[in-house]
Nanobody
Framework: QVQLVESGGGLVQPGGSLRLSCAAS????????MGWYRQAPGKQRELVAT???????NYADSVKGRFTISRDNAKNTVYLQMNSLKPEDTAVYYC???????????????WGQGTQVTVSS
């Protein structure tokens, strides 16, 4: 079982910053994409940012220029630096990883339990 442990969520003022971290652990041969998704009250879960093991990055239009995703492959950890936060960024943020236990295994998707980010004055 692959486990994802998140940290860094909390309450912040508009215009402030937060840094989210997510570490994957367990029996893992390799990890391809890692990423962050979020879900606001009454809305569907949406993509925030993803990054592959090779460094290819994809951002949602709503966060481009404000958020930065990065990863440390040796630590199986992904980060999300969030700057210039807005009230509409308020949501539960979920970590995601695509991982294989063996070279010939299929890719499986794993999720963290989520961390609350609240942007309010």
């Amino acid at each position: 079982q692959v486990q994802l442990v998140e940290s860094g969520g909390g309450l912040v003022q508009p215009g402030g910053s937060l840094r989210l971290s997510c570490a994957a652990s367990g029996s893992i041969f390799g990890i391809n994409a890692m990423g962050w998704y979020r879900q606001a009250p009454g809305k569907q879960r949406e993509l925030v940012a993803t990054i592959t093991s090779g460094g290819s990055i994809n951002y949602a239009d709503s966060v481009k220029g404000r958020f930065t995703i990065s990863r440390d492959n040796a630590k199986n950890t992904v980060y999300l630096q969030m700057n210039s936060l807005k009230p509409e960024d308020t949501a539960v943020y979920y970590c995601n990883a695509e991982a294989k236990k063996l070279p010939w295994s299929r890719w499986d998707n794993y999720w963290g339990q989520g961390t609350q980010v609240t942007v309010s004055s």
